[in-house]
């Protein structure tokens, strides 16, 4: 809730002034990727619940897995919700997108 509270700001200027699609697209399209790559490995909102984004060796991941992970969760998505909902019955919580990207979610 948090991430999406935070990009609903320039989203709803962008609805407001279309001339400002073309900084508010990039800016939210990259927003994930650049912050789970980052040295924080995580979102705000990520960071606020003390989640952190590592590949499945625990180490930071590059942006081009943070960007594969970010594409990932469309294909969740698309799928009915069904690469989210494996969340629940995976021992170890991972997605879809968190599978095709080798990366975890853990608490820091």
């Known amino acids: 809730?948090?991430?999406?509270?935070?990009?609903?700001?320039?989203?709803?200027?962008?609805?407001?002034?279309?001339?400002?699609?073309?900084?508010v697209l990039p800016l939210v399209l990259l927003?994930?990727?650049?912050?789970?790559?980052s040295r924080w490995q995580a979102t705000l909102g990520k960071r606020y619940c003390r989640l952190t984004v590592?590949?499945?060796?625990?180490?930071?991941?590059?942006?081009?897995?943070?960007?594969?992970?970010?594409?990932?969760?469309?294909?969740?998505?698309?799928?009915?919700g069904i690469g989210f909902w494996i969340i629940a019955v995976r021992s170890d919580r991972r997605g879809l997108h968190d599978l095709i990207a080798g990366t975890l979610v853990v608490w820091r």
């Open 31 to 37: 927003y994930y990727p650049v912050m789970e790559s």
């Open 54 to 80: 590592v590949t499945t060796r625990g180490k930071r991941i590059s942006f081009v897995r943070a960007l594969v992970r970010y594409l990932g969760k469309y294909l969740s998505g698309s799928l009915f």
């Open 1 to 23: 809730m948090v991430d999406a509270i935070i990009l609903v700001v320039p989203v709803l200027a962008a609805v407001r002034f279309p001339a400002a699609w073309y900084v």
